[in-house]
């Protein structure tokens, strides 16, 4: 009795405590805090959204000196004259600078005009990003080379052109922080992201390898994995996003840019890697943690323990993902093949509702919590017809039908 006693306590209150002694003993880089007063921040895409709520946030901590780069010469002295207004910060205390961030050598003359005269880069922030969510297939291949060069190869440019002066700020002893603004969907695949997907997946092996090469320098990396969030960008994102996408994040809210950039800067100052915003952001970074720096012990023992269940949840929600992909691309061929053996073009409004109506049956079998909403266009030509995305539209007021659209609800297939 005594030796299962014994043992009962070993396994519940020993064995943990020694795992998180040793998590305390090899948990890198150290623990450490990067001061915001005094320091010359600069964040790209600072002109609107998650970078211009931080450089207002950065300002009301006494930054030396707030830079904001962007392209757009309108939006940056609007965004100046925000922080000032917020603020209070003189005119010379914040900086705009023009720049593509795909363009190397313009980032790095703007990097060096910043720094004339004042203090060195002592904190970056790399928050410039585009989206613009779409099935690969149907996708250009310029915009998916236009998000990669933005979101991961601009990164590249700003990191390259700031981190001479940053290496050589006035006091190393005091650590320097170089901050890539990545997303949820750098940490899980979304159907629709495939090509945003990989440039913000990486950023993480850039934040990984960099944080090596520049320990040795009192630099800190954070990789920072922002939800959804409600910018300036998000309608026109939304105009592109696939159906199947929008089911997916249904489930998911968008945050404020304020509250994300406070998430964000909170993380930055802490000196941690990864920088979560929201629980959901939390758990992926568990299930994602892998070999990454891990700056907290406690947070370490946590991913160890956590990791088997972890995976069960992960394996959970794809299992779901999955089958919303297929059920969606299932019943949209249910549809299709109907119409192609139903010609309805040219058919009086009278047979054209009785054969909608057996379409119904047709499909109707399908139930699901989330509304589905499919639109086929008919052409005036005999059995001539294209499909495209969703929409509603009332019935045809004439005798003949020229487009019908079909909407799903849980209820079955319905004509409006």
């Known amino acids: 009795m005594a030796s299962s006693f014994f043992l009962l306590l070993m396994l519940l209150v020993v064995a943990p405590l020694a795992l998180?002694?040793?998590l305390r003993l090899i948990a890198r880089p150290r623990l450490t805090k990067v001061p915001i007063k005094g320091r010359h921040v600069l964040i790209s895409g600072g002109s609107s959204g998650i970078g211009l709520a931080m450089a207002e946030l950065a300002a009301m901590e006494g930054a030396s000196c707030v830079s904001i780069l962007a392209r757009d010469p309108r939006k940056l002295e609007d965004a100046k004259c925000q922080i000032q207004l917020s603020t209070g910060l003189?005119?010379?205390?914040?900086?705009?600078?023009?720049?593509?961030?795909?363009?190397f050598e313009g980032v790095k003359r703007v990097v060096e005009e910043a720094s004339a005269g004042g203090p060195p880069v002592d904190v970056l922030v790399c928050n410039q990003g585009v989206f613009v969510p779409q099935e690969l297939e149907s996708q250009e291949m310029d915009t998916a080379k236009y998000m990669v060069d933005i979101n991961l190869i601009g990164t590249l440019h700003l990191i390259k052109a700031v981190l001479p002066q940053m290496k050589h700020?006035?006091?190393?002893?005091?650590?320097?922080?170089?901050?890539?603004m990545s997303s949820q969907a750098g940490q899980v695949g979304i159907y629709g992201y495939v090509a945003y997907s990989a440039s913000k997946f990486g950023l993480r092996g850039l934040g990984e390898a960099l944080q090596q090469e520049v320990i040795v320098d009192n630099i800190r990396v954070s990789l920072i994995f922002p939800p959804e969030t409600q910018t300036p960008g998000l309608l026109e994102e939304n105009k592109t996003k696939p159906e199947i996408t929008k089911i997916i994040a249904a489930s998911s809210y968008a945050m404020e840019a304020k509250e994300v950039a406070r998430k964000a800067l909170d993380g930055i100052k802490a000196g941690r890697f990864i920088v979560t915003c929201n629980f959901e952001g939390f758990m992926l970074s568990i299930a994602t943690a892998g070999v990454s720096p891990q700056t907290s012990y406690g947070m370490a023992f946590i991913e160890v323990v956590a990791a088997g269940f972890i995976r069960v949840v992960g394996l959970c929600f794809?299992?779901?993902?999955?089958?919303?992909?297929?059920?969606?691309?299932?019943?949209?061929?249910?549809?299709?093949?109907?119409c192609m053996r139903n010609e309805f073009a040219y058919y009086p409004l009278d047979a054209l509702c009785s054969s909608l109506q057996e379409a119904t049956r047709y499909v109707g079998?399908?139930?699901s919590s989330s509304a589905l909403i499919s639109r086929l266009v008919f052409l005036p030509k005999q059995g001539d017809y294209t499909a495209s995305s969703f929409s509603l539209s009332p019935y045809p007021r004439n005798g003949l039908c020229y487009l019908i659209y079909?909407?799903?609800?849980?209820?079955?297939?319905?004509v409006r």
Not at 95 to 103: G, M, N, S
């Open 318 to 338: 794809l299992w779901n993902w999955f089958g919303i992909a297929e059920r969606w691309h299932a019943e949209r061929k249910k549809v299709l093949l109907y």
């Open 90 to 103: 003189p005119d010379d205390r914040v900086r705009v600078l023009i720049a593509d961030v795909r363009d």
């Open 20 to 22: 998180l002694l040793f």
């Open 169 to 180: 700020r006035d006091d190393p002893s005091t650590p320097a922080s170089i901050a890539l």
């Open 365 to 367: 079998g399908m139930r």
């Open 406 to 414: 079909m909407h799903f609800t849980g209820d079955g297939w319905q």
